[in-house]
């Protein structure tokens, strides 16, 4: 049976999600991390992608993307997925060993208004709600705390972040979490119901 065709239209953000198959560990080290960032901007050489946020847990991952064409978000994801899938079975020899990822990746268009900022705020948060750390600058593995050379080309987002987007990052988010997760949880976008 054929796949379903991916929900990504034209002109909007989406949050993309893949989680470690059975919730595995997939970024056991240092070095693991730092050659996903690397895959990530490689796949923007390749493919251009406007990068809003993203956040590397051990387990899985988000990115914040906004797409420039329709077939550009599966064609960026194609591009980082196997690279990183690549580049895992051989460093580990888990090569014939089974998956990697849960499965393809999942992608949830986002409404160009205050919708956006929630996710941003969600997906920046990440490592703080997991309680790996006190603030979410403080994870180097998102996009607020990263400091490295091989890190994704973050793009200025659509919608305008606060003056005070930090203390708002790290402040609780509450009925917007609710409503992000049940998002997620349905497969359904996130922002204005056309």
């Known amino acids: 049976m054929p796949r379903i065709r991916r929900c990504a239209p034209d002109g909007l953000a989406h949050h993309v999600i893949n ?3 059975n919730r595995r560990t997939v970024f056991q080290k240092h070095g693991d991390y730092l050659a996903f960032l690397r895959f990530m901007r490689d796949a923007q050489d390749r ?3 406007r990068m809003l946020a993203y956040c590397l847990m051990p387990n ?3 990115l914040v993307l906004w797409p420039e064409s329709v077939s550009a978000l599966s064609a960026y994801m194609r591009c980082l997925m196997n690279a990183h899938v690549r580049n895992y079975h051989q460093h580990y020899g888990t090569c014939g060993h ?3 990822w849960q499965g393809r990746f999942k992608n949830f268009p986002i409404s160009a208004d205050d919708h956006l900022l929630r996710v941003l705020r969600y997906v920046e948060a990440n490592a703080v709600r ?3 750390v006190r603030r979410a600058e403080d994870w ?3 996009s607020l705390g ?3 050379a091989d ?4 793009t200025q987002s659509p919608v305008s972040r606060p003056a005070d987007w930090l203390d708002y990052v790290n402040s609780a988010a509450g009925d917007d979490l609710k409503a992000l997760r049940q998002s997620v949880r349905r497969g359904t976008p996130y922002g204005k119901q056309e």
């Open 19 to 21: 989680r470690g198959n």
């Open 47 to 49: 493919v251009p992608m």
């Open 60 to 62: 899985h991952f988000h």
């Open 98 to 100: 089974g998956h990697i």
């Open 130 to 132: 997991a309680n790996l």
């Open 140 to 142: 180097s593995w998102g």
């Open 146 to 148: 990263t400091a490295t």
């Open 151 to 154: 890190a994704p080309q973050l």
